[in-house]
């Protein structure tokens, strides 16, 4: 069984562009969340979508964004990339049943210079 | 402020030393309590979920408890392939599918 594959693996970007991620989830899984991991402060939840519809949001501002396809499929775009914004991120698939976890990708790690 | 708050930070233990990781949350309306485990350069490896307090859960040589206020993930003789960074999560009633990570513990085995 295919786990949730995260592309790319990696990326350097420089300030100022933009980036999108995509995270393909575990087949059947609906839910798909996003999250930021730093060593200073950890694993920081982003957003999550169920059903193409962003269901939560987390304390992040408005330059980043996400979406989620028919099929499942979720991208996560970042504008007007700042130094702060590297960082190694996560994506999450769920069945959204209760007792089953969430499954990680590997992440996407994003190194803006 | 919801928290989520592990210790020790670091842990280095002897192989077959067991040991336990702390959790401790202050939430309002806790929903359930994750353990992770954490390897470099990769995601996090779902290991368990608790819901109530007094449940407890076993794999292998991991065994997670739960109280109203903590969570603690026993470390039985550990191997050296135990070492790793163990993260503590929990969800809540509000906003059920959210993750509130705790910082983690790394912890490593030594032959």
């Known amino acids: 069984k295919a786990g949730v594959t995260q592309t790319p693996r990696y990326l350097i970007k420089t300030r100022g562009q933009q980036v999108t991620l995509s995270c393909s989830p575990i087949s059947g899984h609906r839910s798909v969340s996003w999250y930021q991991q730093t060593p200073g402060q950890g694993l920081q939840f982003l957003f999550e979508y169920f059903s193409e519809t962003q269901r939560n949001k987390g304390n992040f501002p408005g330059r980043f964004s996400g979406r989620q396809f028919s099929n499942s499929r979720s991208e996560m775009n970042v504008s007007t990339l700042e130094l702060g914004d590297s960082a190694l991120y996560l994506c999450a698939s769920s069945p959204a049943f209760e007792g089953v976890g969430y499954t990680f990708g590997s992440g996407t790690r994003l190194t803006v210079v | 402020e919801d928290q989520v708050t592990q210790s020790p930070e670091a842990l280095r233990l002897q192989e077959g030393e067991s040991s336990s990781l702390n959790c401790s949350y202050t939430?309002?309306?806790?929903?359930?309590l994750f353990w992770y485990r954490q390897d470099p350069g990769k995601g996090p490896e779902f290991l368990f979920t608790?819901?109530?307090a007094g449940e407890e859960k076993e794999k292998e040589r991991l065994k997670a408890t739960l109280t109203k206020k903590e969570s603690f993930l026993h470390i039985t003789a550990p191997k050296p392939e135990d070492s790793a960074t163990y993260l503590c999560a929990v969800t809540m009633n509000s906003g059920y599918s959210t993750l509130t990570f705790g910082k983690g513990t790394m912890l490593l085995v030594s032959p």
């Open positions: 939430v309002s309306g806790l929903r359930g």
């Open positions: 608790l819901y109530s």
